[in-house]
């Protein structure tokens, strides 16, 4: 019978292997500035905003390796909330997955807090009031 530590565990080997995926995918694309400069500029309407079903798909589209990653750690974020009811140690989870590999410790930190926005109950959400 697994206890909630090993569950705890094996989401952490599943969320580095996820992060090292995603930081491997990101250090061979070209950089976000230069993507950003060559994309011109098309103003567009209200009614012409993707809906978010749209945006995940055009995501899934484009990057669909790199989306299922960060699907997938959303879905872990919401498993650890699950076993351990707990934001704080979600966020002594995030700290330890993300020294995993200190030389990208702020870029994984960063994809876990950013998958996580929402994930709790009540007061206890990851995000509420600005303290992650």
Known sequence: MSTAADEIDRIEFALD???NEIVERIKHEPSFTRQVQATPFKPISLDQIPSRDETEVNELLHDPVGSA???AIT???NRL?????STDVMSEVLERVAKRDSSHYGLRA???D???EGVGEGNDRWGHQGER
């Open 69 to 71: 990653c960060r699907y």
């Open 17 to 19: 292997a996820l992060l």
């Open 81 to 85: 909330y699950g076993v351990t009811k």
């Open 110 to 112: 960063t994809i876990m």
């Open 75 to 77: 879905r872990l974020g």
């Open 114 to 116: 950013k998958s996580w």
